[in-house]
């Protein structure tokens, strides 16, 4: 009975390292030019695209796009640019980039001390609709933009917005006046 117990506790103790070693291959954070993004949990870090000088991408598909790059059904992508000069007037920006997309919705509020805008709007390419959330930040002289896509009507679509609203609020950014 000692043996079998012993040999119970040695295979619990094995499968436990290997399931930590899994979970470890994955970063917890995604790092570029000094903003640390967490990764939300069932979400993975796309990092190919990042180290061909594109954005932090993470989505929920293993990066398994659609012909063309579509999102498959179910899945969700956000999207972190390098961060950028902001500019004159958060607002015209906002209004430029949403510019032609549809149930533009836009609420302005407070994010680790300075002013972000949080805009929720819909864009068409044919019959294929997308609903984004986009948020932007000007932190220590830069201006800091957050990308949330999925099919328009997706039943996780309030999870999507939860994880992205996580996010952007736990994203951590350089203090103001260091280089990146």
């Known amino acids: ?15 436990a390292l290997l399931t930590r070693q899994l979970v470890l291959s994955q970063p917890a954070v995604a ?4 903003v640390t993004v967490p990764i939300p949990s ?10 061909a000088g594109g954005p ?7 990066s398994k796009y659609l012909s063309g ?5 179910g899945g969700a992508e956000i999207e972190v640019p390098r961060p950028e ?6 607002g015209d920006l906002v209004r430029e ?22 805009v929720a709007y819909q864009d068409a390419f044919g019959t294929l609709q997308y609903a984004n959330i986009a948020c932007y930040t000007v932190r220590g002289g830069k201006l800091y933009k957050f990308y949330l896509s999925h099919h328009a009507g997706d039943p996780n679509a309030s999870n999507f917005a939860k994880a992205f609203d996580q996010l952007v609020a736990t994203t951590r ?5 260091t280089a990146q």
Do not use: C, H, Y
């Open 1 to 15: 009975m000692k043996k079998r117990i012993g040999l119970l506790a040695a295979a619990a103790l094995f499968a």
């Open 31 to 34: 790092q570029l030019n000094g």
């Open 42 to 51: 069932g979400w993975q870090w796309n990092s190919s695209v990042t180290t």
């Open 56 to 62: 932090i991408s993470l989505n929920n598909f293993n």
């Open 69 to 73: 790059g579509i999102l498959p059904p």
């Open 85 to 90: 000069p902001p500019p004159s007037a958060l």
């Open 97 to 118: 980039e949403t510019q032609g997309a549809s149930a533009v919705v836009s609420k302005e509020f407070s994010l680790a001390g300075g002013d972000a805008i949080r």
């Open 173 to 177: 950014t350089p203090p103001a006046g």
